[in-house]
């Protein structure tokens, strides 16, 4: 078959770049690496006085002269640019125009509905009454309102283990969501507070924003959380208050192993400070979110194997007046059930004073769940909601998840309905539950010390 060739790509052929091996080939490369005929070259391709400067500018970069190769190069980055530049632009407008309505939220949790107005009891008091005025019986969680919609709604029987996701073994990145939850998910509707919450803390499955050239992350938030880019002002950037500056402080600072021991709880060493634990159902991640408290990696084993942690672990960090536990998870274990032990232990141990609910963000509040929940009762500490890997789900989704674990954990008792939502592979949220903490951890302190002093009155009294 015949070639023929376009006048411009025999231009482009006969191209000097191309005669490799010439004579003329020293003499060429030196007025080559000359700015000014690299910009006479291109004004001669055709190019307007700036074109032909971008141009010599790409060839001087690829220590080239501007052929026609790279000035097409060149015009090919100008139209992307310039498209990108003109979808910039779009965007802005339209984020302007959605501000105007928009009540940017005070950026540590959205307002959620209180505990009274919620459940009409006090955290950690009576359970609340169902619709229909019957206490809730937490022997048989099926009686909840809420279970006896989804029961409705699905076809699942009963709680039994079996029925639980996380005991399939060999299951690992999809698990079979039950039909209720999926029911759910397909009809909720997610309020603006929770919405507004995941993209100004950037949670969910998406690309984290670049940041100008020239500006950077300051290094303690670096892969750590994205809403804290260092700019002056920006939401949680960390420095405004007092708490802020302590949970950057944990940030920086480390884990120790104080103490081990087996799941009953039976040696368990006595307590030297107020103590908190992250509980949640094998391979939610506790392990991993323990050590991104103070990115301190590798210290508690964290595999994607369901059943790694097999005994109670204190740690204690060197910024913060409490110890920290990490629990060994219930549901399937690879053969062990933690469940009713480390239930055993959350009932008896008077110093444990949050115990922090982990719940996965692609599955919500499990069967398993249900179960250690139900185990509880009324009993331990009060229970904070986390929702891990948030990373894994997309924003969109996300949302959703998040107004339904809050619509669940009302039914929760000794719950508070604040969620916290992060990713420790991430770092999003980190902040926020590292805030948390602290504002607990300063309670706690304050607490102690009161009470010691009217345990001082009271002597000196007697
Ligand atoms: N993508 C993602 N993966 C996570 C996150 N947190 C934990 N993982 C992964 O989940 C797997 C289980 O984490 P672990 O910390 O061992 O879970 P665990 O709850 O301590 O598990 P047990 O000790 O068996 O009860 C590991 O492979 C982690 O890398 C997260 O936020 N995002
Ligand atoms: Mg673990």
Redesign the pocket.
């Known amino acids: 078959m015949a070639l023929s060739l376009s006048p411009a790509q025999s231009l482009w052929l006969s191209s000097p770049t191309l005669s490799s091996g010439s004579r003329a080939e020293p003499l060429r490369a030196h007025r080559a690496s000359s700015p000014a005929h690299r910009a006479s070259r291109g004004r001669s391709l055709g190019l307007g006085a700036a074109a032909a400067a971008g141009a010599a500018r790409h060839g001087r970069r690829l220590g080239r002269r501007a052929t026609h190769a790279s000035v097409s190069t060149y015009r090919k980055r100008e139209e992307k640019r310039e498209l990108r530049r003109r979808w910039l632009a779009g965007i802005e407008q339209e984020e302007e125009e959605e501000e105007k309505e928009l009540e940017v939220p005070s950026g540590v949790a959205p307002v959620f509905p209180s505990v009274e107005e919620a459940s009409g009891s006090r955290p950690g008091g009576e359970p609340r009454a169902s619709e229909d005025n019957e206490p809730l019986d937490w022997a048989n969680p099926g009686l909840n309102v809420l279970e006896r919609a989804r029961l409705a709604a699905e076809d699942w029987g009963g709680w039994d283990q079996g029925t639980d996701p996380a005991a399939q073994l060999g299951v690992k990145e999809m698990i079979p969501l039950p039909r209720a939850f999926r029911i759910r998910l397909s009809e909720a509707f997610v309020p603006k507070s929770i919405k507004d919450f995941i993209e100004l803390h950037q949670l969910g499955n998406r690309k984290l924003p670049k940041l100008k050239r020239g500006e950077r992350r300051p290094a303690i938030f670096a892969g750590s959380d994205p809403a804290h880019d260092g700019r002056q002002g920006s939401v949680d950037d960390g420095r405004s208050d007092t708490l802020g500056r302590m949970a950057i402080a944990v940030h920086k600072g480390f884990l120790r192993q104080r103490a081990r021991c087996h799941p009953n709880g039976e040696e368990a060493p006595s307590p030297e400070r107020p103590e908190v634990a992250?509980i949640?159902?094998?391979?939610?991640?506790?392990?991993?979110?323990?050590?991104?408290l103070t990115r301190t990696q590798q210290l508690?084993?964290?595999?994607?194997?369901?059943?790694?942690?097999?005994s109670i672990d204190w740690y204690k960090c060197s910024r913060l007046p409490v110890d920290v536990i990490?629990?060994?998870?219930?549901g399937y274990?690879?053969g062990a059930q933690?469940g009713p032990l480390v239930a055993d232990f959350v009932k008896r141990r008077k110093s444990l004073r949050i115990l922090y609910c982990?719940v996965d963000?692609r599955t919500g509040i499990r069967p398993s769940d249900w179960n250690f929940y139900a185990s509880l009762g009324d009993d331990g500490p009060e229970k904070i909601f986390i929702l891990?890997?948030?990373?894994?789900v997309v924003p969109k989704m996300l949302g959703k998840v998040a107004t339904l674990v809050l619509e669940d954990i009302r039914s929760v008792p000794r719950s508070s309905q604040r969620l916290i939502m992060?990713?420790?592979?991430?770092g999003q949220g980190m902040h926020d539950l590292r805030c948390h903490l602290c504002s607990r951890a300063v309670s706690m302190v304050q607490e102690v010390k009161r009470r010691q002093s009217e345990l001082n009155e009271r002597l000196r009294s007697v």
């Open positions: 992250f949640g159902a094998s391979n939610v991640g506790k392990s991993s979110l323990m050590n991104a508690a084993p964290a595999k994607d194997d369901p059943g790694v942690t097999r990490d629990l060994p998870g219930y274990a690879k933690y982990l963000a891990t890997k948030c990373d894994m992060v990713s420790a592979r991430m």
